[in-house]
Antibody
Framework: EVQLVESGGGLVKPGGSLRLSCAASGLTFTNVWMSWVRQAPGKGLEWVGRIQPITDGVTKDFGAPVRGRFTISRDDSKNTLYLQMDSLKSEDTAVYYC?????????????WGQGTMVTVSS | QSALTQPASVSGSPGQSITISCAGTSSDIGRYNLVSWYQQHPGKAPKLMIYEVDKRPSGVSNRFSASKSANTASLTISGLQAEDEGDYYCCSYATNNLVFGGGTKLTVL
């Protein structure tokens, strides 16, 4: 069974930084595109970004609201995905989900973690 | 990239069918056959229900079907059951970007 477990969420002040982690198991992590999706309290889903596997060049793409402030990386030796969030704003407050991307079909988020809450507040 | 447009809410009685629309543009839904749909129950992570416009992942009931016409995608749930109640989101690929709809709350009366 594929499992994704996020960690690293918490309370951070505006302008601060936070790094989220996502530990993956039950899949060949090296070959998998991965993504982050967030959901502000009481709001809808919003795509944060994605990262290709090393075999595809580890290219990264980001949604406009986080471009230039967030970055995604992966450590295939640890089956772990990361989301580095800098210059955080109150509007970044959300549950952050780690997801697989393209494992089932193209352009779909097939497996989701349980999410980790990030609160940006002074 | 603007969010896709979904109705805020839909409702139906057990056994009935409902359809949720998802309106996009020629840059997303209209350009790519890469529409997916997600079901979310309160406090839970979303679940993939449909990918590539009309394909069901293994384990998803065949009561769920979907289609696309021009810039609009649709999700149909037939034989409504109480367990179908929840939030539904559409999503489309759009050239190095992915955009979600605002979500539709389905109430089973």
């Amino acid at each position: 069974e594929v499992q994704l477990v996020e960690s690293g969420g918490g309370l951070v002040k505006p302008g601060g930084s936070l790094r989220l982690s996502c530990a993956a198991s039950g899949l060949t992590f090296t070959n998998v595109w991965m993504s982050w999706v967030r959901q502000a309290p009481g709001k809808g889903l919003e795509w944060v970004g994605r990262i290709q596997p090393i075999t595809d060049g580890v290219t990264k793409d980001f949604g406009a609201p986080v471009r230039g402030r967030f970055t995604i990386s992966r450590d295939d030796s640890k089956n772990t995905l990361y989301l580095q969030m800098d210059s955080l704003k109150s509007e970044d407050t959300a549950v952050y989900y780690c997801t697989t991307y393209g494992v089932v079909g193209v352009g779909a988020f097939a497996v989701w973690g349980q999410g980790t809450m990030v609160t940006v507040s002074s | 990239q603007s969010a896709l447009t979904q109705p805020a809410s839909v409702s139906g009685s057990p056994g009935q069918s409902i359809t949720i629309s998802c309106a996009g543009t020629s840059s997303d839904i209209g350009r790519y056959n890469l529409v997916s749909w997600y079901q979310q129950h309160p406090g839970k992570a979303p679940k993939l229900m449909i990918y590539e416009v009309d394909k069901r992942p293994s384990g998803v009931s065949n009561r769920f079907s979907a289609s696309k016409s021009a810039n609009t995608a649709s999700l149909t749930i037939s034989g409504l059951q109480a367990e179908d109640e929840g939030d539904y989101y559409c999503c489309s690929y759009a050239t190095n970007n992915l955009v979600f709809g605002g979500g539709t709350k389905l109430t089973v009366l």
